[in-house]
T-cell receptor
Framework: DAKTTQPPSMDCAEGRAANLPCNHS???????VYWYRQIHSQGPQYIIH???NNETNEMASLIITEDRKSSTLILPHATLRDTAVYYC?????????????FGSGTRLSIRP | GAVVSQHPSWVICKSGTSVKIECRSL??????MFWYRQFPKQSLMLMAT?????????EQGVEKDKFLINHASLTLSTLTVTSAHPEDSSFYIC???????????FGSGTQLSVL
């Protein structure tokens, strides 16, 4: 599975959009980009995933560059409850046995 | 959405005893489950891949005789920490993939404290 690179920490004002970048320059054509977040002492929570098109759901938007070497997770209106560590992962989506390797993630702090 | 249930949420045990952690997929069948360990302020580290009806595949550096994994059915995988020692104290998390889509789901984790 391809490796991802994320900034170790970011902060954002409450109510503003939080944009979290992720580099995955070695991503393969059949690998999806997944985003998860982990709030302290809990299991990771699924946010969104995509292959090459931009995606949006009730939690966030995922913007994937045309060359698929990087992506951005957007939380449109950050709240204090969005404070968490955010992980960007790439893996083969349809393969149940494909490993999920976590990088160090981005610790997002939302300030009031 | 699919749910992965992990039990217990926390456990305290004496050094030398064994502890079993269960991971269940509640509304889907999971042929493969993954087990992770997480130390404070660190990322999740993949320990092993659990395959239904066959032996687990362990990551390099993980002792298979110490961390016994059993995946006896399509909805249950167990991790047994044998002869636990204080250095095994950690947050253990399982995950599984629902076969009908590409999403991955995680349990809520088990905090193990070995005295």
């Amino acid at each position: 599975d391809a490796k991802t690179t994320q900034p170790p920490s970011m902060d954002c004002a409450e109510g503003r959009a939080a944009n979290l970048p992720c580099n995955h320059s070695t991503i393969s054509g059949n690998e999806y980009v997944y985003w998860y977040r982990q709030i302290h002492s809990q299991g990771p929570q699924y946010i969104i995933h995509g292959l090459k098109n931009n995606e949006t759901n009730e939690m966030a938007s995922l913007i994937i560059t045309e060359d698929r070497k990087s992506s951005t997770l957007i939380l449109p209106h950050a709240t204090l409850r969005d404070t968490a560590v955010y992980y960007c992962i790439v893996r083969v989506g349809y393969s149940s046995a494909s490993k999920i390797i976590f990088g160090s993630g981005t610790r997002l702090s939302i300030r009031p | 959405g699919a749910v992965v249930s992990q039990h217990p949420s926390w456990v305290i045990c004496k050094s030398g005893t064994s502890v079993k952690i269960e991971c269940r997929s509640l509304d889907f069948q999971a042929t493969t489950m993954f087990w992770y360990r997480q130390f404070p302020k660190q990322s999740l580290m993949l320990m092993a891949t659990s395959n239904e009806g066959s032996k687990a595949t362990y990551e390099q550096g993980v002792e298979k005789d110490k961390f016994l994994i059993n995946h006896a059915s399509l909805t249950l995988s167990t991790l047994t920490v044998t002869s636990a020692h204080p250095e095994d104290s950690s947050f253990y998390i399982c995950s599984a993939k629902a076969g009908y889509n590409e999403k991955l789901f995680f349990g809520s984790g088990t905090q193990l404290s070995v005295l």
